[in-house]
């Protein structure tokens, strides 16, 4: 059975600072892993889909990579600003399945 | 321009009442999903529908039941609420040919009391 971690559960920064998120998996048998970011009473917007095959994805100042074999991603953030501030969940699809088993999330702060 | 919607955002109710949630997307997407996010920020697969079939159905009570009227919609019905059932349910949707990548609807918070 797939299990998503994310360390840390919270996580504080001044604005500027760059930061990475983590996110492990316990099997390595992966299609895909996608990066989510949630405000407070909305819904999930996505920000980066990495196929198995891949090694990283970039969009603007985000990059997440993956390192299937040892069951691992990070989203790192660039510069980070205030209105990064929301929750980041990573999620990943398995194999022949559809759905997607997702971790509890890193809620970052970013402070002005 | 809407892609995944669902209504009601906000609902509240006494247990062992039935209600329903409406989701639809716009994007023509052929695969549709429940997940719920419990008090602990989980989010967990319930249901996934592909063209109006039933393809995925994890351990959920059968006092929750899915329907898709067609390929763009799909409805969550609740029977008998129950405390344990208030939480935020997300609907969402994806094209399995192409892209993989799932689109979420803002959730509807669901409180029973």
């Known amino acids: 059975k797939q299990e998503v971690t994310q360390i840390p559960a919270a996580l504080s920064v001044p604005e500027g600072e760059n930061l990475v998120l983590n996110c492990s998996f316990t099997?390595?048998?992966?299609?895909?892993l996608q990066w989510f970011r949630q405000d407070p009473g909305k819904g999930l917007t996505s920000l980066l889909l990495?196929?198995?095959?891949?090694r990283e994805q970039t969009s603007g100042r985000l990059n997440a990579s993956l390192d299937k074999s040892s069951g691992r991603s990070t989203l790192y953030i660039a510069a980070s600003q205030p209105g990064d501030s929301a929750t980041y969940l990573c999620?990943?699809?398995?194999?022949?399945?559809?759905?997607?088993?997702f971790g509890s999330g890193t809620q970052l702060t970013v402070l002005p | 321009d809407t892609a995944v919607s669902q209504t009601p955002k906000y609902l509240v109710t006494q247990m062992g009442n039935d209600k329903s949630i409406k989701c639809e997307q716009n994007?023509?997407?052929?695969?549709m999903y429940w997940y719920k996010q419990d008090s602990k920020k989980f989010l967990k697969i319930m249901f996934s529908?592909?063209?109006?079939?039933?393809?995925i159905n994890e351990t959920v009570p059968n006092r929750f039941s899915p329907k898709s009227p067609d390929k763009a919609h799909l409805n969550l019905h609740i029977n008998s609420l129950e405390l344990g059932d208030s939480a935020v349910y997300f609907c969402?949707?994806?094209?399995?040919?192409?892209?993989?990548?799932?689109?979420f609807g803002p959730g509807t918070r669901l409180t029973v009391t």
């Open positions: 529908y592909n063209n109006k079939e039933l393809i």
């Open positions: 969402a949707s994806s094209q399995e040919v192409s892209g993989l990548l799932q689109y």
């Open positions: 994007l023509g997407h052929d695969t």
């Open positions: 999620a990943v699809r398995r194999g022949s399945a559809r759905q997607l088993t």
């Open positions: 099997d390595s048998a992966i299609y895909n």
């Open positions: 990495i196929q198995s095959s891949q």
